[in-house]
């Protein structure tokens, strides 16, 4: 099972209070660590290999032991990028392109809004941080 989408943007979470997308100063967790990699690398990762990159970085995973790690991984089910806490808490809409390559856009920047008026991307909104009460 893949996390990977082409050709489609994920807006942030509707009951997200960002209205810029922010950085995660709390060092080490999920959110800081993918905005890490994804401002220092757009289009460099896959939905998929960033999740494993995050995994890997924050249980101290060696390139050597990475494979392996990889497919145990991805053995179980995992979230995709709707559940990141850049989209749920942070401001940041996720765009994956034809070759389902990723990079992130704060809600306020023109491209965000672009992207979200674009009818040539599948448009998905960030899973919510709270139940709809």
């Known amino acids: 099972m893949t996390t990977n ?36 690398h757009p289009y460099h990762f896959t939905s998929d290999d960033l ?41 940041w809409g996720i765009h994956h392109d034809a070759k389902a390559k990723i990079a992130a856009y704060g809600v306020e920047t023109d491209a965000y809004r672009s992207f979200c008026g674009s009818k040539e991307l599948k448009t998905m909104a960030g899973m919510r941080s709270r139940r709809a009460g």
Do not use: M
């Open 51 to 91: 999740l494993f990159e995050v995994h890997a970085i924050r249980n101290h995973i060696a390139q050597k032991d990475r494979e392996q790690a990889r497919a145990a991984f991805f053995a179980k089910s995992q979230a995709c990028l709707r559940a990141s806490p850049l989209v749920k808490q942070f401001g």
């Open 5 to 40: 989408y082409t050709e489609t943007f994920i807006t942030a979470s509707a009951d997200s209070t960002a209205t810029a997308g922010t950085t995660p100063t709390k060092a080490g967790t999920v959110a800081q660590i993918q905005h890490a990699l994804l401002l220092a």
